[in-house]
């Protein structure tokens, strides 16, 4: 690894923590800027999700009074309880990765990101149609909030790529709260996947050590600038630059997989 390949990382990095934290879809910073240092498609994927995971952590740190004021109106145990459910799908995620082709799922997801965007952006309009969080009964709306981030976790430990806009968008529906509380669970989510993936593929992964070591404290300085920043804006300010920025990846990843 050469200086050029160091400066390269380490602001991929930086921008990559930012992103996730606001929006997500900071991977499509990292991986490339991987790729371009020589690594696998493979390998480059593997090394972006545990180098990206310090990022989700100080995410998590960054938004710490939002998830404060959300355990408190929306009771701290059920917050407790999707932690089990985001774990056992992050892993079942990984288990996809390490045992399956992408390639299929490679030209699924595209469709997904731009899917989310879309119900971000018709989020109201939508919940006139399934029904707004504050009119389910509250068996419904723990299970509806367990389903959606058993598949965020799910999606986040194959892949990842715009995992927090996927993730805003489907919380979105079944919670009755501010779009920096949505964004703080996301974080949290988003982290507990990736603690799941850093674990997974330091074992069986083709981890690159080194890139990580350059990439992680980067992407943290950025998770926590980022968290710190997504708290500031206001709530449709906030929900339409990450409907901007999950267009804008979906229509990325769906140029790559066709050409």
Same mark, same amino acid.
Request: glycine share 10%; charged share 10%.
């Given at each position: 690894? #050469?200086?050029?390949?160091? *400066? &390269?990382?380490?602001?991929?990095?930086?921008?990559?923590?930012?992103? #996730?934290?606001?929006?997500?879809?900071?991977?499509?910073?990292?991986?490339?800027?991987?790729?371009?240092?020589?690594?696998?498609?493979?390998?480059? #994927?593997?090394? #972006?999700?545990?180098?990206?995971?310090?990022?989700?952590?100080?995410?998590?740190?960054?938004?710490?009074?939002?998830?404060? /004021?959300?355990?408190?109106?929306?009771?701290?145990?059920?917050?407790?309880?999707?932690?089990?459910?985001?774990?056992?799908?992050?892993?079942?995620?990984?288990?996809? $990765?390490?045992?399956?082709?992408?390639?299929?799922?490679?030209?699924?997801?595209?469709?997904?990101?731009?899917?989310?965007?879309?119900?971000?952006?018709?989020?109201?309009?939508?919940?006139?149609?399934?029904?707004?969080?504050? /009119?389910?009964?509250?068996?419904?709306?723990?299970?509806? &909030?367990?389903?959606?981030?058993?598949?965020?976790?799910?999606?986040?430990?194959?892949?990842?790529?715009?995992?927090?806009?996927?993730?805003?968008?489907?919380?979105?529906?079944?919670? /009755?709260?501010?779009?920096?509380?949505?964004?703080?669970?996301?974080?949290?989510?988003?982290?507990?996947?990736?603690?799941?993936?850093?674990?997974?593929?330091?074992?069986?992964?083709?981890?690159?050590?080194?890139?990580?070591?350059?990439?992680?404290?980067? *992407?943290?300085?950025?998770?926590?600038?980022?968290?710190?920043?997504?708290?500031? $804006?206001?709530?449709?300010?906030?929900?339409?630059?990450?409907?901007?920025?999950?267009?804008?990846?979906?229509?990325?990843? $769906?140029?790559?997989?066709?050409?």
């Amino acid at each position: 690894m #050469n200086l050029v390949d160091i *400066a &390269l990382l380490s602001g991929a990095g930086l921008a990559a923590g930012t992103v #996730n934290a606001i929006a997500g879809g900071g991977s499509l910073i990292t991986f490339p800027a991987l790729i371009a240092t020589g690594l696998s498609p493979v390998a480059a #994927n593997v090394t #972006n999700s545990v180098s990206v995971f310090p990022g989700y952590a100080a995410s998590v740190y960054g938004s710490r009074t939002d998830l404060k /004021d959300l355990a408190r109106d929306s009771s701290k145990k059920t917050l407790i309880m999707l932690i089990p459910t985001s774990v056992v799908a992050a892993a079942l995620g990984c288990a996809l $990765l390490l045992a399956t082709p992408a390639r299929a799922f490679d030209l699924v997801v595209p469709f997904l990101v731009l899917g989310a965007a879309t119900i971000l952006a018709f989020q109201e309009r939508l919940r006139g149609l399934v029904g707004h969080p504050r /009119d389910m009964t509250e068996r419904r709306r723990r299970l509806s &909030l367990h389903a959606m981030v058993f598949a965020g976790s799910l999606y986040g430990g194959y892949f990842g790529a715009a995992l927090g806009v996927m993730l805003v968008a489907a919380l979105g529906l079944v919670l /009755d709260q501010s779009m920096a509380r949505v964004s703080a669970l996301k974080n949290v989510v988003s982290a507990l996947g990736g603690l799941v993936t850093v674990c997974a593929f330091a074992a069986f992964g083709p981890v690159d050590w080194a890139d990580v070591l350059v990439v992680a404290p980067t *992407a943290m300085i950025g998770g926590y600038v980022g968290a710190r920043l997504a708290r500031k $804006l206001p709530s449709r300010v906030l929900k339409w630059l990450i409907v901007a920025f999950g267009t804008g990846v979906g229509l990325v990843l $769906l140029y790559r997989a066709v050409f």
